[in-house]
Structures are given as C-alpha cells and as structure tokens.
C-alpha cells in the first residue's frame, strides 16, 4: 500500500477551458485505452466554482437519485454539472456555458467527516462521496453494494474489475464518450492508511487516466453488477509507457464506509443497507 501511494494523486481532470498551463498528466493518478460505451453506471461530473467549470471527474449511479464518486471531486464546490447516464461527454460553448448537462439540482453531498483536503496531490483516507439529487436520473445499474466476501475469489484469482469513466483517453486526448476497460484486482486493504481500500492494475494498453476519478469500479456476477467502489488515485503514466507492474490503481471500498451509505440513503428516501449479524458462532 505505501509503494503505491506515493504515487498516487488527484485524478479529477481540468476542463479543457480550465487546465492550468504546463500541467503535468502524468503526474496526476491515470480510462485510457478500453472501448467506447455508453455505460449506464456512470455520468460525466462538471465541478463548478464562481459559475465557472473547473474540473470534472465521473459519478456512478448507486441510486437513481444517488451518486457516489471521489470526496476530492466534491470538496470546496459549490455547484455541480451532471450529465446524462452514459451520454457523451460535458462540453462547453464559447461562452462557457456548460452542453450536454441535465436539468438537475443537488440537494446535499455526503462524505465522511473525516477526509481532510492539504491542498497536495496525494490521496487522502476516507476518499468518498455521494451526491443527493432532486430528481431520478436513471434506473439502478447495481444490484447492490460488494462486500468483503464477494472479493475473496477475485483478489485470489487477480480477477477481473470493470471500470467506466470519462477520463482521459491519451495523456492529452479528452474522450468524446466514455469509455469501459477490464482490469485485475490486486489487493483489499480493510485498514490501510487510506481507510478501508482496494487495488486494481494497469497495463502498457489501458487503465485509469485523469479524469476519471470518481468512477466505480465493479464486479459482473450471475446475482447482477456489484458496485466496489469509486477509484481515487493511480500511478503510471496516462496511456503506458512503463512496466506494466509499475501500475495501479486505489480505490475506496463503499461497504467500509455502512454508515455513510445509510445516511445518505435514508435521506434519499430509499431503505438502509441491514447491520451484521451479532452473537453467532
């Protein structure tokens, strides 16, 4: 977990009108590579500050009301742009004004009391969100949140975790839609320094790139799409060019954050995810 987290930093993409002159891509945590899709588990997320765009990252739908994406997607912004379940990307007009974004307003954001932003680029503990809508924007592409038992057979197997994102899809190229790639689980780390994590790879071909923070990460079963998960952080740089086993990427596990969920899905109206049972042998 330390090897890969001192790589590892924000991978909330600039807007293109917005990216800070001589950024370095391959420094911030890296879909490049994969296919096209059109994902219903995911929306593009414009991050608005004085009106302005100034970065976006990717939203999974939990609920059809209820997003979970990255806490440092949500921190400090005060107004979101939402797209349409996997629609193209959010583009801007010469104006500035937003295209592609639905008429929906946030009602409130939840994140654990704990995650903390210093300003650097390094991942934070407790990296996770969810963003209460006022209105359905979709159905409910997940069957239900992962738990720790629906990982053994893939973390002892490396087996493979679906991601869709809106990120970067070259280490300059923006996606005109989002994209899917297959990954192999590497790790779960239930008390890492991060809080409660989780690890998939990278290869020379595809992977996480910036912008695509946020986005879930998630299991296809016989029982339906079991969300593990947005992606916070990576290392390597934005469409290959190192060793594969130089890849990574964190994410934070939803299920280790029970409380969280309940708070926000109670709000939304929906029912609670149910306690562990207590005094079994």
Same mark, same amino acid.
């Given at each position: 977990a330390c090897a890969l987290a001192i790589? &590892?930093?924000?991978?909330? @993409?600039?807007?293109?009108?917005?990216?800070?002159? /001589?950024?370095?891509?391959?420094? @911030?945590?890296?879909?490049?590579g994969g296919l096209p899709s059109s994902d219903p588990h995911i929306v593009h997320l414009g991050l608005k500050a004085g009106g302005e765009v100034v970065g976006v990252c990717t939203a999974g739908i939990w609920k059809p009301r209820l997003l979970m994406t990255a806490a440092h997607c949500t921190q400090g912004i005060s107004e979101f742009a939402i797209g349409a379940p996997g629609a193209p990307s959010l583009s801007a007009d010469q104006a500035g004004a937003v295209l592609g974004a639905l008429d929906v307003q946030v009602l409130q954001v939840f994140q654990p009391p704990s995650y903390k932003e210093d300003g650097t680029s390094s991942v934070k503990p407790d990296d996770i969100a969810l963003i209460l809508l006022d209105r359905d924007i979709g159905g409910a592409p997940f069957a239900r949140l992962a738990n720790e &038992?629906? &990982?053994?057979?893939?973390?002892?197997?490396? /087996?493979?975790?679906n991601h869709a994102g809106y990120g970067l899809i070259s280490e300059n190229q923006l996606p005109d839609v989002p994209r899917e790639v297959t990954l192999p689980f590497q790790y779960f780390f239930p008390e890492s320094r991060l809080g409660v994590t989780f690890a998939t790879g990278q290869n020379p071909a595809s992977g996480i790139c +910036? /912008?695509? +923070? /946020?986005?879930?990460?998630? &299991?296809?079963?016989?029982?339906g799409d079991l969300l593990i998960g947005p992606v916070v952080g990576g290392a390597g740089p934005c469409g290959g060019g190192a060793a594969a086993d130089t890849y990574g990427n964190v994410g934070t596990f939803a299920m280790g954050y029970v409380d969280l969920q309940n708070q926000a899905l109670v709000q939304a109206g929906y029912s609670p995810i149910p306690g562990a049972p207590v005094g079994l042998a």
């Open positions: 790589f &590892l930093g924000f991978a909330a @993409q600039a807007a293109p009108a917005m990216a800070a002159e /001589g950024e370095n891509s391959a420094r @911030q945590p890296k879909i490049y &038992l629906d &990982l053994v057979t893939p973390w002892a197997a490396k /087996g493979p975790v +910036s /912008g695509d +923070s /946020g986005s879930p990460a998630y &299991l296809r079963t016989a029982a």
